[in-house]
């Protein structure tokens, strides 16, 4: 891949700047705080302007994604590799090791009294980064975009969310309110994205804070019950995903380079479906976990099942029963996936009442709330929202949170799906199979195959970002909000070179 001067120098001001960062990190920085930090950032930020004009000006307008399977840090090379393995420490160290960031950490303080009258902690300087990564990256895709005014507004959306709402207004509230307690303060999050508003240490702030808690607590309501479904009716998830989300945002901006990576496979769209719906689910128990001990006054233990000698008989008849239906079904050649998964379940939920009617416990089936907050924020907020989906950019692709673990995104695709009037129309006789637009869809949709059809695009997980859009050279495709009626119907109406023809 040719890299012409311009581009060198920007790579080396972004390289210095980042050095800085990474010898605080290591512990080799330890003083000068204000100044390292201000130069870093100003290295870093001039390397990342100087290369974007370096890669895009002096060229036609038009997106180019010129040698991307060729480049070894967006085609999964040795670059790519180095990048995510180094993301993925910094992650680790972020969720369960922060006393070894220290000297990173303390590097943030002179912006921290500054913005918070207080020391930085792992959160502010995850904070201020993510923050720098999305308005200088978005600076960048902005200036690649510049030809497609959607891209160029939405992008402008994201930054001032992220910059404005999740950044500056909370730590400017924490700074001149004297607060009870910590609760969020970040209006755009919602739960169940937002899933530790119901701890009780934040129900506790709010309800201590008068108007300011009732009103963060009001609004995370309204919010989830009402501006949610009715905007997704009328402009599907990316009016939140594409426009104000700040793990899309990042994903927009910072992982611009890696969204050709994400898989197209059917075996792909079949983990994605089973395990975003999973952790709905998930999030749903966890947040009943959190608010039924709070209300009720204790932290309790969840018994499904409490064991009786007569209740263990009639269960197991039960289920050995249903379990003999269904190898039964199996046997005679309906040899369907549910009914082997099904009939796995039901022999597990005998074996597990065996082993506590047998090993003399009492309760079986019991979780204590708190273990059940514990392994959502382990397996879900942390490891896989933080370490896999962002240090795995590199490898996956950059929705990969977006598109397999966030609730959020799960709930609106339901709504989009299904009660929605958004849609992507395609306009299958101008198609010639480029291919452009399934390459470019971070979702991992294969768009290509919808528009050979003429059929409208109508899935749960598009976020509506329009890059498939954006980058198909014949403008076969547009996101529109339309009638729900025939939105799932192919397009009526052809247009070729010949005039407008009917589809049939």
Not at 260 to 276: G, H, M, N, P
Not at 312 to 337: D, E
Request: glycine share 12%; proline share 2%; charged share 10%.
């Amino acid at each position: 891949m040719h890299t012409n001067r311009v581009q060198k120098f920007g790579l080396f001001l972004g390289a210095a700047g980042f050095s800085i960062f990474v010898l605080a990190w290591t512990g080799v920085i330890t003083g000068a705080h204000t100044l390292f930090l201000w130069l870093s950032f100003s290295l870093m930020a001039a390397g990342i302007l100087i290369n974007t004009y370096g890669l895009y000006g002096g060229h036609t307008r038009g997106i180019k994604n010129n040698h991307v399977w060729f480049n070894t840090l967006t085609g999964r090379g040795l670059l790519g590799w180095v990048s995510g393995i180094v993301l993925t420490l910094f992650y680790i160290q972020l969720y369960w090791f922060a006393d070894s960031l220290s000297g990173l950490i303390s590097m943030f303080d002179p912006l921290s009294y500054l913005l918070t009258g207080g020391k930085a902690s792992q959160w502010f300087l995850y904070g201020t980064v993510y923050t720098f990564l999305i308005f200088f990256l978005g600076i960048k895709f902005i200036y690649k975009y510049r030809h497609n005014r959607y891209q160029v507004i939405r992008t402008i959306s994201v930054i001032i969310f992220q910059v404005l709402f999740a950044y500056a207004i909370p730590h400017i509230l924490e700074a001149f309110n004297d607060y009870q307690g910590y609760f969020g303060k970040d209006l755009k999050q919602i739960w169940p994205l937002n899933y530790y508003i119901t701890e009780s240490y934040q129900l506790d702030a709010m309800s201590q804070n008068g108007v300011s808690g009732t009103f963060y607590f009001f609004w995370g309501l309204i919010l989830f019950l009402i501006v949610t479904p009715v905007f997704t009716y009328f402009y599907g998830k990316r009016w939140y995903c594409s426009w104000v989300c700040g793990c899309g945002g990042l994903a927009e901006t910072a992982g611009d380079s890696f969204r050709q990576l994400s898989s197209k496979t059917r075996s792909s769209w079949q983990i994605e479906r089973w395990v975003v719906h999973s952790v709905m689910v998930f999030v749903l128990l966890m947040t009943v976990a959190s608010l039924w001990p709070y209300f009720s006054g204790k932290d309790y233990k969840l018994s499904f099942i409490t064991i009786t000698t007569p209740m263990f008989f009639y269960s197991m008849i039960f289920l050995l029963v249903l379990s003999a239906i269904g190898g039964g079904l199996l046997y005679w050649k309906r040899r369907h996936p549910l009914l082997l998964v099904g009939t796995i379940i039901l022999l597990l939920i005998a074996g597990a009442l065996s082993f506590g009617y047998f090993g003399g416990v009492k309760d079986i089936f019991s979780v204590n709330s708190r273990s059940i907050k514990k392994v959502y924020g382990f397996l879900v907020g942390s490891a896989f929202a933080g370490v896999i989906g962002v240090g795995f950019y590199p490898l996956l692709g950059n929705r990969v949170w977006c598109r397999f673990g966030c609730p959020m995104a799960g709930y609106m695709g339901i709504i989009q799906r299904f009660k929605s009037k958004f849609r992507i129309t395609t306009n299958g006789a101008q198609c010639i199979s480029c291919g452009n637009c399934s390459t470019y869809c971070e979702q991992g949709i294969d768009v290509r195959a919808y528009a050979q059809k003429g059929e409208n695009i109508v899935r749960a997980s598009c976020v509506g970002c329009g890059v498939c859009s954006a980058v198909c050279p014949r403008g076969v495709l547009k996101l529109e909000n339309g009638p729900e009626e025939g939105r799932f119907d192919s397009n009526p109406l052809l247009i070729t070179k010949d005039g407008v023809k009917l589809n049939s």
